[in-house]
């Protein structure tokens, strides 16, 4: 399965986005869906989460409160809406798919750092 993301662009502070996973040459709903985002200079880290049967979320803990991830299965995109973002939101947003983690109960330890598949990434801008 091929993924991509899309959605980004340039924001001011306290703006929102939505940022979209779809997905080619197979359907997003076996698999759940990650998010990742690497800003210059530091480690890509993940954001947050979405498991494929139970539909259980994680966030990260800056982002909780402000991103929501959803997933269409009918459109076979998952969504990443970010609201409030702000300057440390800056960075290129990344969506991963991966067919383990079929519960949420994998997300106990947080975001899992094993993917098998990666999409492209989508830059994010925060500035004024």
């Known amino acids: 399965v091929q993924l991509q993301a899309s959605g980004g662009g340039s924001v001011q502070p306290g703006g929102s986005l939505r940022l979209s996973c779809t997905a080619s040459g197979g359907t997003l709903d076996r698999f759940a869906i990650g998010w990742f985002r690497q800003a210059p200079g530091k480690e890509r880290e993940g954001v947050s989460c979405?498991?494929?049967?139970?539909?259980?979320?994680y966030y990260k803990e800056s982002v909780k409160g402000r991103f929501t991830i959803s997933r269409d299965n009918a459109k076979n995109t998952v969504y990443l809406q970010m609201n409030s973002l702000n300057f440390e939101d800056t960075a290129v947003y990344y969506c991963?798919?991966?067919?383990?983690?079929?519960?949420?109960?994998?997300?106990?330890?947080?975001?899992?750092?094993?993917?098998?598949?990666w999409g492209q990434g989508t830059l994010v801008t925060v500035s004024s």
């Open positions: 991963a798919a991966d067919v383990t983690y079929y519960s949420e109960r994998y997300f106990a330890g947080g975001i899992p750092l094993s993917w098998t598949y």
């Open positions: 979405i498991s494929s049967v139970d539909g259980g979320t």
